[in-house]
């Protein structure tokens, strides 16, 4: 049963974006998110340490005593449109210390000044430069949020087509796949999810990626073949119009014998895990995240399964 903090935060979200387009002014609704983000504290315990690779800002996550711990590249979400090091710093420090590991998260380029495939390109340029570097990709987990989570599966998608070695786990939550919106979840929990919504894609896709075709694989990873993928989590909550992404990925995940564990939250929405310190539900998802991350950053052979979860 959903939690009574968790029904105030749904309310309130509720309650915002039901005045408001959370895309129609992109600049404005950066400064703000971002202001945010700014006034949230990190996990105790865990420094923030900026830096520049490739040319790109980033931030360091680091717990104490976590120096030389294994890396999880984080993906923020945000519609391509916005998002930061500061909007997702809350959650991913959270993230960081209970997995015990360094979370490295950039900048990537946004949409509608940098479009398709600006982000791919930055997300790629960053996990070749951590490995040139020295980090050994079965040391890497890659996870990412909504747009991030799209993200986080193009990124593997380049990589993997182009050759590289990849990181040896990935984690998604709410993950965004299918920017053609076929999913039977954008009509059915239409009036269920209080944050993202239907009537909003069109404007996103617009400002993304215009000029290419919607089921590009790079562009909507739930049209491409999942092969030779990491072994993966995905979390959704039950109440968001996103859920069929979910599904049809973690299913097309398994009919190739990957490794899938897909959790389908009862009454959580978009990205529910943003919420942690305000709602246990939140927190009881990011543990699940670090139990995933250990167990698959301390083991370098992977046996194919599958597995479906209707998360308490």
């Not at 959370?22 to 202001?35: C, F, G, M, S, T």
């Not at 709410?174 to 920017?179: E, T």
């Not at 491409?224 to 119009?241: C, F, K, M, R, Y």
Request: charged letters at 20%; one cysteine or more.
């Amino acid at each position: 049963m959903i939690s009574f903090r968790a029904r105030i935060v749904r309310f309130i979200t509720r309650q915002y974006f039901k005045r408001i387009s959370p895309y129609a002014d992109v600049q404005k609704k950066r400064a703000a998110w971002n202001k945010m983000g700014a006034k949230s504290s990190v996990a105790k315990g865990v420094h923030v340490r900026q830096a520049t690779i490739e040319g790109i800002d980033c931030e360091w996550l680091v717990p104490e005593g976590c120096d030389g711990a294994p890396v999880l590249y984080y993906l923020h979400g945000g519609a391509y449109l916005m998002g930061s090091t500061q909007t997702h710093r809350r959650m991913v420090s959270h993230i960081a210390r209970a997995s015990g590991t360094r979370a490295l998260v950039p900048n990537y380029r946004l949409a509608p000044e940098h479009r398709f495939p600006a982000a791919i390109e930055d997300s790629t340029a960053v996990y070749r430069s951590l490995l040139e570097a020295g980090t050994d990709p079965a040391e890497v987990a890659i996870a990412g949020d909504s747009a991030g989570g799209n993200l986080t599966m193009a990124t593997l998608l380049a990589l993997r087509d182009a050759g590289d070695p990849l990181p040896t786990a990935m984690c998604l939550m709410s993950p965004w796949l299918d920017l053609a919106a076929e999913g039977e979840s954008m009509d059915s929990r239409a009036k269920h999810d209080p944050w993202f919504r239907p009537e909003d894609i069109p404007e996103i896709v617009e400002k993304y990626c215009s000029k290419y075709d919607t089921k590009n694989p790079l562009v909507s990873p739930v049209y491409a073949d999942p092969s030779n993928l990491p072994p993966t989590l995905i979390q959704v909550g039950d109440h968001e119009i996103l859920l069929s992404d979910s599904t049809r990925m973690a299913d097309k995940i398994s009919e190739v014998g990957g490794y899938v564990t897909l959790q389908i939250w009862p009454d959580m929405w978009h990205v529910f895990q943003l919420f942690v310190g305000l709602m246990p539900e939140s927190k009881r998802a990011i543990n699940d995240i670090s139990t995933f991350l250990k167990q698959h950053l301390n083991q370098k052979q992977h046996s194919a399964a599958d597995h479906t979860d209707e998360a308490a």
